[in-house]
């Protein structure tokens, strides 16, 4: 994933931009710690070198007020994968949430991979107990199927039927999607597709393909 990471540190400002990862997916089973030192080990090889875990991993320090200025002065913000569910809750009109907004809309980038893509649609679903989850909205009418060359695509056809006027977005393992702002306009990056459920239609798109969610 270094060509989508490294144009995400592109957009962000650069090299120095400040780079911040919640771990939160990953703290209901005490992978926490890892899945953060993991995120950093990866963006300083890719040669970033302002990259900070932030101990984000509840709905308490969610709402701590020096953990939301820390993201609002971040350019960069990260949401490794994990507990789809935890995440989105913990973060559903908190603070932290508030000031990555407040980053996002100063023209910073926010990425996450699989939970963490998974909390920023307006829907999601929480493979923990099969409901269908209000996300947080970032991508507006939107549900995004992660793994899906794996096991994402056998969500398509019940979350086909329950959210009929959802663009479902299916993101191959190794693979992902960037957009900016902007224009509106995404690119696919990596091995394998991004496949669109468009109510009938099933679009599958592959690397270095643009193209915009409406």
Same mark, same amino acid.
């Given at each position: 994933?270094?060509?989508p990471d490294l144009r995400a540190i592109?957009?962000?400002?650069?090299? $120095?931009?400040?780079?911040?990862?919640?771990?939160?997916?990953?703290?209901?089973?005490?992978?926490?710690?890892?899945?953060?030192?993991?995120?950093?080990?990866?963006?300083?090889?890719?040669?970033?070198?302002?990259?900070?875990?932030?101990?984000?991993?509840?709905?308490?320090?969610?709402?701590?007020?020096?953990?939301?200025?820390?993201?609002?002065?971040?350019?960069?913000?990260?949401?490794?994968?994990?507990?789809?569910?935890?995440?989105?809750?913990?973060?559903?009109?908190?603070?932290?949430?508030?000031?990555?907004?407040?980053?996002?809309?100063?023209?910073?980038?926010?990425?996450?991979?699989?939970?963490?893509?998974?909390?920023?649609?307006?829907?999601?679903?929480?493979?923990?107990?099969?409901?269908?989850?209000?996300?947080?909205?970032?991508?507006?009418?939107?549900?995004?199927?992660?793994?899906? $060359?794996?096991?994402?695509?056998?969500?398509?056809?019940?979350?086909?039927?329950?959210?009929? $006027?959802?663009?479902?977005?299916?993101?191959?393992?190794?693979?992902?999607?960037?957009?900016?702002?902007?224009?509106?306009?995404?690119?696919?990056?990596?091995?394998?597709?991004?496949?669109?459920?468009?109510?009938?239609?099933?679009?599958?798109?592959?690397?270095?393909?643009?193209?915009?969610?409406?």
């Amino acid at each position: 994933m270094a060509a989508p990471d490294l144009r995400a540190i592109e957009l962000a400002g650069g090299f $120095d931009a400040r780079i911040s990862i919640i771990p939160a997916a990953a703290a209901p089973d005490n992978n926490h710690e890892r899945a953060g030192q993991n995120g950093v080990r990866w963006f300083e090889s890719l040669g970033a070198d302002n990259v900070t875990v932030l101990p984000l991993i509840d709905r308490n320090s969610a709402d701590d007020r020096s953990l939301a200025e820390a993201l609002k002065k971040s350019r960069l913000i990260y949401l490794p994968g994990g507990f789809p569910h935890h995440l989105g809750q913990s973060l559903a009109g908190s603070l932290a949430w508030l000031a990555m907004l407040d980053a996002w809309k100063q023209g910073a980038v926010i990425a996450g991979s699989s939970a963490g893509a998974m909390v920023l649609c307006s829907h999601y679903f929480n493979p923990q107990d099969g409901r269908i989850v209000e996300g947080l909205g970032l991508l507006p009418a939107s549900c995004v199927l992660p793994h899906h $060359d794996t096991y994402g695509k056998k969500w398509a056809p019940r979350l086909l039927s329950e959210l009929p $006027d959802t663009l479902l977005i299916g993101i191959d393992e190794e693979t992902g999607m960037l957009g900016v702002a902007e224009d509106g306009t995404w690119r696919v990056y990596g091995k394998g597709l991004v496949t669109l459920y468009n109510n009938k239609e099933v679009r599958s798109l592959a690397s270095a393909t643009t193209f915009k969610l409406s």
